[in-house]
């Protein structure tokens, strides 16, 4: 079975702090990819990734970065915390072209 | 710009009762459609992929169909249980990497 894990379950953090999210998967996937889920507003995708060290930017990018050094891992990164960061972030992998298996996901919540 | 539609939005029926969910989605031009299923606070649970070339697929007492003409797929569930009871989500795949959300049908199953 394909296995996507998130470091955290459940995250707090300050105002201005520096917030990193790590997703990891067991199956050689190429395609990584970050959401945020909001209540009203549906998944949505800050960026992704295609391949090691490739990353294009999704539809709500402002505020975040991405690191894919290793094929496996796909990091996001929050440069400062803003309470409007305060979401559930989740992270999905997948062979191009296929379906998208998701980890279990990072409640973050920014004070 | 392709935009992706769940109706309805919330849905309640009885235990052993069968259901269908919608999802339909404005451009045909779409690679494949994928359903999910996510329980409340947990990450997505991917049921069943649709490539582009086929009609249907089936997994125990789920059945997608998928009519790209009319921009329409449904989600059957056979004799539904209490544990069906969560969201599901249908996402179509347009010609890049990027799924295509809808909001979700919220499903409640009455014992």
Same mark, same amino acid.
Request: proline share 4%; glycine share 8%.
């Given at each position: 079975d394909v296995k996507v894990t998130q470091s955290s379950r459940y995250l707090v953090k300050r105002t201005g702090e520096k917030v990193f999210l790590e997703c990891v998967q #067991?199956? #050689?996937?190429e395609n990584m990819f970050w959401y945020r889920q909001d209540p009203g507003l549906g998944l949505r995708l800050i960026y992704f990734s295609y391949d090691v060290k490739m990353k294009e930017k999704g539809d709500i990018p402002e505020g975040y970065s991405v690191s894919r050094e290793k094929k496996e891992r796909f990091s996001l990164i929050l440069e400062s915390a803003s309470t409007n960061q305060t979401s559930m972030y989740l992270c999905a992998s997948s062979l191009i072209a296929y379906e998208q298996y998701f980890g279990p996901g990072t409640r973050l919540t920014v004070t | 710009k392709q935009e992706v539609t769940q109706i309805p939005a919330a849905l309640s029926v009885p235990e052993g009762e069968n259901l269908v969910l919608n999802c339909s989605f404005t %451009? =045909?031009?779409?690679y494949n459609l994928q359903w999910f299923r996510q329980d409340p606070g947990k990450g997505l649970t991917s049921l069943l992929l649709i490539q582009s070339s086929q009609r249907e697929q089936t997994s125990g007492r789920l059945n997608a169909s998928l009519d790209k003409s009319s921009g329409r797929s449904t989600l059957y569930i056979a004799a =539904?249980?209490?544990? %069906? =009871?969560a969201t599901y989500l249908c996402a179509v795949r347009g010609s890049n990497y990027q799924l295509i959300w809808g909001a979700g049908t919220k499903l409640i199953i009455k014992p």
């Amino acid at each position: 079975d394909v296995k996507v894990t998130q470091s955290s379950r459940y995250l707090v953090k300050r105002t201005g702090e520096k917030v990193f999210l790590e997703c990891v998967q #067991d199956m #050689d996937h190429e395609n990584m990819f970050w959401y945020r889920q909001d209540p009203g507003l549906g998944l949505r995708l800050i960026y992704f990734s295609y391949d090691v060290k490739m990353k294009e930017k999704g539809d709500i990018p402002e505020g975040y970065s991405v690191s894919r050094e290793k094929k496996e891992r796909f990091s996001l990164i929050l440069e400062s915390a803003s309470t409007n960061q305060t979401s559930m972030y989740l992270c999905a992998s997948s062979l191009i072209a296929y379906e998208q298996y998701f980890g279990p996901g990072t409640r973050l919540t920014v004070t | 710009k392709q935009e992706v539609t769940q109706i309805p939005a919330a849905l309640s029926v009885p235990e052993g009762e069968n259901l269908v969910l919608n999802c339909s989605f404005t %451009d =045909s031009a779409i690679y494949n459609l994928q359903w999910f299923r996510q329980d409340p606070g947990k990450g997505l649970t991917s049921l069943l992929l649709i490539q582009s070339s086929q009609r249907e697929q089936t997994s125990g007492r789920l059945n997608a169909s998928l009519d790209k003409s009319s921009g329409r797929s449904t989600l059957y569930i056979a004799a =539904s249980q209490p544990g %069906d =009871s969560a969201t599901y989500l249908c996402a179509v795949r347009g010609s890049n990497y990027q799924l295509i959300w809808g909001a979700g049908t919220k499903l409640i199953i009455k014992p």
